[in-house]
């Protein structure tokens, strides 16, 4: 990680909001060197270079930064270069797949492939949301909760919170992490991303794992719609400890099949079993709806942690409430 633009490299790896980064962490006038460090840590950054985030991201980030250095009478030909170049062969605005880079940490990352878009292929879950990075941020600041657990994550969409569990650098000791989802190009991506992070030898050594990243038991993804959930293959998996959920409670429509999902599982594992859900507060009545249903079928809710007081290790700008619940029975 750059030393003196951690927090920019950390935002534009990811595709943080341009008008929300870490500008101010840029002293102006920028030395030839400066632009030189702050391009190295962006735009030319080995990840990037391997796997570029989305054409149109890159084109706002150099904008801005051009912006910035308006009145300095010499700019890098890096900035240039890479305006002009690299526009010409990331992924551009047509393409409805880029990257995306989470640095949590020294030799901690993850890299997604996403869609561009909130929603494609009949689904909302190629692209990662706001609930699931508070739920990795409270699982990161609560690892006893997942500590020799096995966890399934029910619509797991793009795989960050499951990659994330397994994740050797993060030592988190989980169990077996079964990602599920009832979208079938979800389930697809989640495989691909998986494959990303645990097979892929360049990023392997970016995480410093090296050798040792062979012997590594990665998630699995399957399909899992909440309705058939009885007819999954279970006994082909180990007794579940710990579901996971993140940004599920926004569709009424489908809180039946959620709820006969949870009773399932409660049912199978009784008093074992305690469910982690992140939603974020788009509409508090659809959430004080599912709540409400919640208590009618039994379960025990318990509020976590304020999530938008935590320390993130994620980027996120937190103009969203997110809240985090745990579901006992
Ligand atoms: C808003 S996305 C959240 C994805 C991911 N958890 C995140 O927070 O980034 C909701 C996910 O729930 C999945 N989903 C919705 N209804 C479902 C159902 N009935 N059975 C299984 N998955 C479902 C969708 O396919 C989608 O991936």
Not at 15 to 24: G, H, L, R
Request: with cysteine; proline share 4%; charged share 20%.
């Amino acid at each position: 990680m750059s030393e003196k633009y951690g927090k920019l490299q950390q935002q534009f790896l990811c595709c943080y909001p341009v008008n929300k980064m870490a500008w101010s962490t840029v002293k102006l006038p920028l030395s030839w060197e400066e632009q030189q460090e702050l391009m190295a840590a962006t735009c030319g950054h080995p990840l990037n270079r391997r796997y570029p985030v989305r054409r149109s991201y890159l084109e706002a980030f150099l904008k801005q930064l051009m912006h910035l250095l308006k009145d300095q009478e010499d700019v890098h030909d890096d900035v240039y270069s890479n305006l002009c170049v690299r526009m010409g062969e990331g992924p551009g605005s047509g393409t409805s797949y880029a990257y995306k880079h989470y640095l949590m940490g020294p030799g901690a990352h993850i890299t997604l492939r996403e869609s561009n878009s909130f929603v494609s292929e009949g689904t909302t879950g190629l692209c990662t949301w706001e609930a699931a990075l508070a739920l990795a941020d409270y699982v990161l600041q609560h690892p006893d909760l997942v500590r020799g657990k096995n966890v399934v994550e029910l619509g797991a969409g793009a795989g960050l919170l499951g990659i994330l569990l397994k994740l050797p650098a993060l030592e988190l000791k989980v169990g077996q992490v079964l990602l599920t989802d009832g979208s079938e190009p979800c389930v697809q991506l989640m495989r691909e991303n998986i494959a990303l992070n645990f097979n892929d030898k360049e990023l392997a050594q970016e995480q410093e794992q090296e050798e040792e990243q062979q012997e590594v038991e990665k998630p699995q993804a399957e399909q899992l719609d909440w309705d058939s959930v009885s007819e999954f293959p279970w006994k082909c998996h180990a007794e579940t400890d710990l579901l996971l959920a993140a940004d599920v409670i926004y569709d009424d429509s489908q809180f039946d099949a959620l709820l006969g999902a949870l009773d399932y599982f409660y049912t199978r594992r009784g008093g074992q079993l305690e469910t982690l859900l992140a939603s974020t507060v788009r509409n508090v009545d659809t959430l004080h709806k599912f709540m409400a249903q919640l208590g009618i079928h039994g379960y025990k809710v318990t509020p976590c942690a304020n999530v938008s007081a935590c320390a993130s290790h994620f980027c996120r700008d937190h103009t969203a409430a997110v809240q985090i619940i745990s579901i006992r029975r």
